[in-house]
């Protein structure tokens, strides 16, 4: 059982009474009901991906893993009406390949796709790298199908994007971590194919200057500006250091990083030319201190590589404490010019790795130790640091999760920077669907 019993970076694990893989719905209901009927709790499981320590039992020996992972299905392509429908077990590489070979687009796109699955994509409302143009998981769902704590499947496989029928309820399900329900299907919104890319790799002399290259590209691209990835010096030099074949686009080091990707559905959309132009035009206002754009896919795909290979170089320099914060975009370079700044005041030499979907004003603001130091003395100043990090955002009117969730790892706190009204909205809730708590308690909701 041990895949199933810790997580990617065997930063969570648990003992699982028992790890439970249904076939199809009927089955999940099935195993649903009887855990209810015994009054055992249940922790939905795709693949395993979360950074929050969301997907994995506790210690008991008390709880039963429900993995999806066999039910991996494309049940339908509806080319008119631009759906797909699919199992929650799909891994979201293999939907976006079912979308490209009927001609379309699923556009979700993650590190995590060759083995995160459609159901773990929603219970956690996944973003990315495309959520600049299309949207979380909330933007892209048309319909679910779920199992109720008790066992009842609930039917909302509907494929409309009108329908005001009263509440939307698979938006609740949809970021709520597997604790009302098990997602077993989902009618997803496809787009049309991507026929023109470009892709440029950026350097800035710093944060506030991502910010300003955002504005001209909108100015200039319009919605054609798909992904604006944004990379600290220090993120990209563990990238250097760890990742077999990466090499740096650049002769010399900038404090800075941008990686921006414009797309287009016609195929002579001449999108290397609009980012040239709106480069220049950067380079000339002192925006953008240098920048290559991608002459191949394989180039394209090696820059990517650059960016999506962070979390993983990370994880080599010992512990990574994972901060996923956002803030409106507008905030984001006071922001982190303060934070940075009393971070370095706590723990003198520690290293800031900064990086992530800054169109979005999502960060991800992981620290790692001071060159030398030893991991358990850095681990004894996480919760410290995490409150520096967290009064920052909530000071700036920002979130101390934008994409990851609050599994095992941000539930306790989270009760310190939501209000009370809305945690009483969100435990009431919790209450009308799963009054037992038997759907993955300890996950999510402070105590
Ligand atoms: P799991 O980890 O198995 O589960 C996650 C949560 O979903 C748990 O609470 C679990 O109980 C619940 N769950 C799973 N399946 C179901 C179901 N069928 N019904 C109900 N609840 C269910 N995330 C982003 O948002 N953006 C990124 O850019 C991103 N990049 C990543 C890059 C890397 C290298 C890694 C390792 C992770 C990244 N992630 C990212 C995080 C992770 O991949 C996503 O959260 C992903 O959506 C999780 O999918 P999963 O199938 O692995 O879910
Ligand atoms: C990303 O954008 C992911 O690369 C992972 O969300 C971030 O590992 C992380 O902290
Ligand atoms: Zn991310």
């Known amino acids: 059982m041990a895949g199933y019993a810790s997580d990617w970076r065997n930063a969570y694990s648990g003992t699982p009474a028992a790890v439970v893989r249904p076939g199809g719905t009927e089955e999940v209901a099935a195993v649903v009901a009887l855990c209810a009927e015994a009054g055992v709790a249940m922790v939905p499981q795709g693949g395993n991906t979360g950074l929050c320590g969301a997907a994995v039992p506790d210690h008991t020996g008390g709880q039963v893993v429900l993995s999806l992972t066999r039910m991996r299905r494309i049940r339908d392509v509806d080319l008119a009406n631009q759906t797909i429908t699919v199992e929650a077990g799909a891994v979201l590489k ?71 029928t009263g509440y939307d309820l698979k938006q609740l399900f949809i970021g709520a971590e597997g604790t009302l ?88 959309a001449g999108l290397d030319g609009v980012l040239e132009s709106a480069l220049g035009d950067a380079i000339g206002t002192g925006v953008v201190s240098d920048a290559v754009i991608a002459s191949s896919p394989a180039q394209a795909a090696a820059l990517w590589a650059l960016r999506e290979g962070i979390s993983e170089a990370q994880n080599h320099e010992g512990p990574s404490l994972k901060h996923d914060v956002s803030v409106p975009v507008s905030r984001i370079p006071t922001f982190l010019a303060r934070t ?18 800054v169109g979005d004003g999502n960060l991800h603001y992981n620290l790692s130790k001071p060159e030398r130091s030893g991991d358990a003395e850095f681990q004894a100043r996480a919760a410290d640091l995490a409150r520096v990090i967290y009064d920052a955002t909530s000071a700036c009117d920002g979130s101390i999760s934008a994409e990851h969730g609050l599994g095992q790892s941000k539930r306790g706190i989270v009760a310190d920077y939501k209000g009370r009204h809305e945690l009483d909205l969100m435990r009431g809730l919790k209450q009308l669907f799963d009054p037992r708590g038997l759907m993955n308690p300890g996950k999510l909701l402070p105590d």
């Open 181 to 268: 329900g098990v997602i077993t299907a989902a009618v997803l919104k496809l787009f049309p194919a991507v026929r023109n890319r470009a892709t440029a790799w950026i350097a800035l002399p710093g944060p506030q200057a991502g910010i300003d290259l955002i504005g001209i590209l909108r100015e200039q691209a319009g919605d054609r500006l798909t992904g604006f990835e944004i990379m600290s010096r220090q993120s990209l030099g563990f990238v250097l250091r760890h990742a077999s074949g990466a090499r740096d686009p650049f002769g010399e080091r900038h404090p800075w990083y941008a990686l921006v990707e414009l797309n287009d559905t016609l195929p002579a």
């Open 94 to 164: 293999s939907v976006q390949a079912a979308a490209a070979a009927a001609g379309r687009l699923f556009p979700l796109s993650l590190g995590a796709e060759g083995s995160c699955t459609i159901g773990g994509n929603l219970a956690t409302n996944a973003g990315g790298t495309g959520v600049l143009r299309y949207g979380t998981m909330r933007d892209l769902t048309l319909g679910l199908e779920v199992v109720l704590p008790d066992g009842r499947i609930w039917n909302g496989l509907r494929g409309l994007r009108k329908d005001n």
């Open 340 to 357: 940075d700044r009393a971070l370095r005041e706590l723990v003198p030499g520690i290293r800031i790795v900064t990086y992530g979907h």
